[in-house]
């Protein structure tokens, strides 16, 4: 039994803890749901905000010129270093020239040479021409000779037919004769009519004209022309081919990269790389691309601060000096960037081309700006942005807001309805409604 009894007192007090323990669990919702949820806000200040862009891309000169050589003559020498300064038209590099200097005096003797049998052909050829007009005048009037004896003997033949048709008809000639004379009439004619006449005089022949007019086209000697003209292309070529065998520089300014090599040839350098790599590393740019959601922020002239790690947080000046007008795909993505020059403006002492560069873009600015941390904007879509602001009594209030300058963690707010110390929440939640009581935490 007072086991049993034990039991009973054991019981009653679990039962009794368990009745405080719900009543202190209910009495900490109640004050809870009186005092409402904790949050953290933050206060709307008023100062001036800037909107900025930031890019990376190497440095590198505003000139820059790869040189190469598409001869294949061998290196003579290198006149040059990395390092040295050069000015436009420098000499960089000789090639060996000797087999070269060879096949141009070869194409010089091979220019006279044909000089010299074209003229004696030409000569030759025009004598032929002359001669080939001389026969044909001959025979022309050889021509005319025969046509007139033709003519006369058909005029005879004539009178000698008309003579002896009045005989016949008067019967005093027989059939047979008038025949004969017929016949006699019939081949004088023939014999007239063998020859071209125009106006009583002989004209050539479309033969003897093809004869002549071919003996005076060979006297041109096209042939001949046109070979002399081959040979002098080529000879000026090679004459070509031997000044580009001094390898120049077509800018002034820095040699950065030195690839070629003595005894190798022009065209072989290793990697196909340029024999040289000149810039003007006295004036620097930066070429960024920029996403094509930026873009519109930025314009030609706009002030730039650059930073690199060699300068040790110091910032040089520049300037957005072109804009591409083409957009590309930025490689391995599907966004689309545009290209824009930054120039460096400021003094460049400590900055060198190749190194990594960042430049700072201030694309907007406003003056005694109502601003707020990021996190207490809330996006409702469609470009409409509200807050929630704490009341003096602890309630919330949504209100909406129009976006001004924004930069990495802050942005300007624009409202009739919200002033200078007014808290905003951080982070508000989606289930808060307006007149809900909060508590700011400290």
């Known amino acids: ?83 040295d300064k050069v000015e436009k038209d420098q000499v960089l590099a000789v090639l060996d020239v000797s087999r070269l200097e060879e096949e141009i005096e070869k194409l010089k003797d091979n220019v006279e040479l044909l000089q010299i049998q074209n003229t004696e052909g030409k000569s030759s050829k025009e004598t032929s021409a002359a001669l080939a007009e001389q026969r044909l ?6 021509n005319q000779r025969n046509y007139e004896t033709a003519l006369e003997m058909y005029h005879t033949a004539k009178s000698r037919y008309d003579s002896t048709k009045v005989l016949y008809d008067s019967g005093a000639a027989s059939k047979w004769e008038l025949v004969d004379k017929e016949n006699a009439l019939n081949d004088a004619k023939r014999k007239v009519d063998t020859f071209n006449v125009v106006n ?28 002399i003209e081959i040979a002098k292309k080529e000879l000026e070529r090679k004459k070509k ?35 040289f790599v000149i810039e003007n590393v006295d ?13 519109g922020k930025l314009e030609i002239g706009q002030k730039v601060k650059i930073s690199a790690d060699i300068l040790n947080g ?9 804009i591409s ?13 545009i290209p824009v020059q930054i120039d460096v403006v400021g003094d460049t002492k400590g900055l060198i081309a190749g190194i990594n560069a960042s430049a700072k873009v201030e694309t907007a600015i406003a003056e005694d700006a109502l601003v707020i941390p990021l996190e207490a904007l809330i996006d409702g879509g469609d470009n409409t942005y509200s807050v929630f602001v704490v009341k003096e009594d602890k309630t919330i209030q949504k209100i909406n807001v129009s976006l001004g300058v924004e930069d990495v963690l802050e942005v300007q707010i624009i409202s009739d309805e919200i002033k200078e110390g007014d808290q905003v929440i951080l982070n508000p939640q989606t289930f808060m409604t307006d007149g809900m009581s909060v508590i700011v935490n400290e």
Do not use: W
């Open 1 to 83: 039994m007072k086991f049993f009894k034990k039991r009973k007192v054991m019981i009653g007090v679990v039962v009794a803890a368990l009745i405080i323990g719900v009543v202190s669990v209910n009495a900490r919702l109640k004050s809870s749901a009186t005092s409402g949820m904790a949050v953290n806000v933050a206060d709307v200040v008023k100062k001036e905000i800037k909107s900025t862009l930031n890019l990376k891309a190497p440095l590198q000169g505003t000139e820059n010129v790869e040189v190469v050589s598409r001869l294949h003559y061998e290196i003579l020498s290198i006149d040059v270093k990395e390092g």
């Open 137 to 142: 005048n001959e025979e022309l009037e050889n």
């Open 200 to 227: 009583g005089k002989v004209q050539a022949t479309e033969a003897q004209l093809a004869e002549m007019n071919n003996a005076k086209i060979s006297s041109n000697n096209a042939s001949g022309v046109k070979s």
């Open 241 to 275: 081919e031997l000044e580009d065998c001094k390898i120049k520089s077509s800018i002034t300014g820095t040699i950065t990269r030195v690839n070629a090599k003595v005894g190798r040839f022009a065209d072989e350098i290793d990697d196909r790389k340029p024999m």
């Open 283 to 295: 004036t620097l740019k930066m070429v960024a691309n920029v996403s094509e959601y930026d873009i």
């Open 314 to 322: 110091a910032e040089v000046d520049g300037v957005v000096s072109r």
């Open 325 to 337: 007008p083409t957009g590309e795909q930025k490689q391995g993505s599907n966004e689309r960037v």
